[in-house]
Structure formats: C-alpha cells, structure tokens
C-alpha cells in the first residue's frame, strides 16, 4: 500500500486526509517543494529543503523540522514506497484554524503532507526538445517564495496545453521571467542569458546546477534580464526544472527557434547534467 507522509506519520494512502479548515486548502498559505530521486538517491536534498526552510522563513511560517530532520523523514517514505526513479512533494501548510486571513493567534501547528510518484527520465523529450508559448506573466511579486498559491501558473501551463505546448514562458512586459514551473535560458553566440535571481523568478536547483556545469565548462553565463524578442531571436531556448532536467525547446510560439534542432550547448549542459546526477547523493 502506498503511504503518505502526514505530520511524521506514514499513513496508507487511502486513509489519509487534511481537515477542511487547513490553512493552505482554505488560502494558499503554505510552501512546497518538489525533489527527485535518482537511483534511490534524493537530487540536491540539501538545497532542496534549504529553501523550503527559506520559504518558510519568507511568509513568517515556523516549522520545527531542519534539514537533517527533513531529509530523514523523505528517505523514510522514498524507502516505504520503493522509489528508486521518481519524485517526491512535500507541502507545509500554516495548518488548521477557523478562517481568518491574519495569522491564527495563538498559532497552530504547521500541517506537513508529503506524497512520492515513481517515473523515469524524460528521455524523449530530453532529445527532441518542446514546444513553448509566451504568455503575460500575471503572478505575484514574491515568486522566489515557493508558495502553494499557482494559480497564475496554473493558467499559463493551461494556456500551453491549449495551443499544443508542453511549457508557457512568462514575460512583464518586455522582460522575460520564467517559465509556468520552470526557468528559462536564452542562447545566443555560445552564450546563456538568464533571468537574476530576484523576487520575480524562483532561484531554480537546476538552474544553480545548470550555473555550476556552465562555469565548468567555460560558457558564458549571463544574469541580467532580456527581452521576448531576444528570446525569439536565440540560438537555442532551455527551460529547467527538477522534473525536466535541462529541457531544449524546438519551437516558441509555433516558429522554430534556431535551426529548430536541439543545440549545440544544450548538448553540452546535458550531458554535464547527466554527470551531475551520477556523483550527487
Ligand atoms: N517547479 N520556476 C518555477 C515557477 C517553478 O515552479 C520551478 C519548479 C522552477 C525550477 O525550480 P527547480 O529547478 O528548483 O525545480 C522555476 C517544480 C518542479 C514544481 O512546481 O513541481
């Protein structure tokens, strides 16, 4: 039977629940973090729960747990539910009161739910690359918080769905953010140029790897902002995130962008991100 973890409990599947009144099903108010496993090993854990604990920190929410703790009680539920290839979400919510929007005084218990998925790589779309649309990002202006309130995100993947893509970049105004749940790259004479990490982009894991892999190898790596038509004018587009890996996009838009073949320094950050996978533990 598969187990959820609820507040330190492995509870089966089928038996487990969150009470109506919980903070994050009522406003939002939680955090979350999605983390993968490979090779029965758990991906960047340490940065991983470093920004949960970060996030929690951000929206004034205590949790009692570190990182030690954390990873502890992830590699117990990895390990109840044999996931040796997948991914694990893991949501903290402020916890359960009677509706208020301040915070509950006294305070309650935050609520920990964590549920694991087992899959493989997404090998095939990691070769071929995807499709992209460009979409007006309307979220917050607290988007390095990892907050469960994805509703503009939400409605941006919706909108790549509808138009046959598998992600929507997001731009204010000119200046292109990031993608519905992932980061995004622009290539363009062997350089990457990326988003600063500020409150208007989450600071992506895969993004910090996909930074490191770059400096190894002597690519250029340019934070600053850029604009949707030097979007559309790269060699190459990657979006990222712990789900996809280091992700080509082939078509933006529905024109191709570049040759319209995955890249050159695509390759190449991949396969620094396969090596990644393979000596992190
Ligand atoms: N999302 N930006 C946004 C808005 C995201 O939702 C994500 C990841 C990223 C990439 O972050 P990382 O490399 O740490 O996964 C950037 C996860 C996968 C999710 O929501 O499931």
Redesign the pocket.
């Known amino acids: 039977m598969t187990k959820v973890l609820i507040n330190e409990h492995l509870v089966d599947e089928q038996d487990a629940s969150v009470p109506y009144n919980d903070r994050g099903y009522v406003f939002g108010d939680g955090i979350y973090e999605?983390i993968r496993t490979y090779n029965n090993n758990i991906f960047t854990a340490k940065p991983h729960f470093e920004r949960l604990l970060r996030s929690a920190k951000e929206i004034g929410l205590e949790l009692k747990y570190n990182v030690e703790e954390l990873t502890e009680l992830i590699q117990e539920l990895l390990a109840a539910n044999g996931v040796v290839n997948g991914g694990v979400y893991i949501q903290v919510t402020r916890g359960a009161a009677p509706r208020d929007h301040a915070f509950p005084t006294p305070s309650v218990e935050a609520n920990v739910m964590a549920i694991t998925k087992t899959y493989d790589r997404p090998y095939k779309l990691l070769e071929e690359g995807i499709n992209a649309i460009t979409t007006e990002d309307i979220r917050w202006l607290r988007?390095d918080i990892k907050s469960l309130n994805l509703l503009g995100?939400v409605l941006a993947k919706e909108r790549a769905v509808k138009y046959n893509a598998q992600e929507a970049i997001q731009h204010r105004g000119d200046i292109v953010t990031?993608?519905?749940?992932?980061?995004v790259y622009a290539i363009k004479a062997g350089e990457i140029y990326t988003h600063p990490v500020n409150n208007y982009?989450?600071n992506?894991?895969?993004?910090m790897v996909i930074k490191d892999i770059a400096q190894e190898k002597g690519i250029p790596f340019n934070e600053g902002t850029f604009t949707v038509d030097f979007l559309r004018n790269a060699d190459e587009i990657i979006v990222?995130?712990?789900?996809i890996e280091v992700m080509p996009v082939v078509k933006l838009d529905g024109e191709q962008v570049g040759d319209g073949e995955v890249g050159p320094i695509t390759k190449s950050l991949q396969e620094g991100f396969n090596r990644y996978i393979d000596t992190d533990s």
């Open positions: 999605y988007c995100n990031e993608g519905s749940s992932s980061n982009i989450l992506g894991i895969t993004r990222s995130s712990t789900s």
